[in-house]
């Protein structure tokens, strides 16, 4: 038998091998940060809409409570849309310039909409959940028109 021929039989099979250890080490990060990513992408997307919308409709509101009405139903709405959790979507709203009532003639809405977002596969042991969570916000703002209120 030749002597290449003996040499070769020694690593029969060990590429099926590598090839699976390492696809699993590197695959199974990679599947993670795309779940994670993915879930991250969506709730931004949400949180970025609820702050423009929120803000839009109350610039084009007639009055305070109609604005206050349609305000939390495209918060809830969005919410819904985009399944992220209530109880962690905060909202706060001022206007510029400051000192005046809010919303009013002239002024311009400021809508801020933040809410946390807890990695995949985490589990709520010790406050892990919240410990590894990922804070997102967005900022929104719309111009209240000068008859606002007066219709």
Known sequence: MPRWRVWANDEDGSAAVEFITAGVILLVPFVYLIITLGGMQQSLLGVEAAARHTA?????AEDAPS?????????????DEYQLEAERVQI???????????????ATVVVTV?????LPFVPAVFGLDEATS????????????RLWGTQ
């Open 56 to 60: 839009r409709v109350i610039g084009q």
């Open 67 to 79: 604005a206050a009405t349609r305000g939390d139903a495209v918060i809830a709405s969005v919410i």
């Open 92 to 106: 706060a709203m001022h206007c510029v310039p400051s000192g005046i009532e809010c919303p009013s003639t002239g």
């Open 114 to 118: 933040s809410t946390r977002v807890s």
């Open 134 to 145: 990922i804070p997102l916000e967005a900022v929104a703002a719309q111009k209240v028109s």
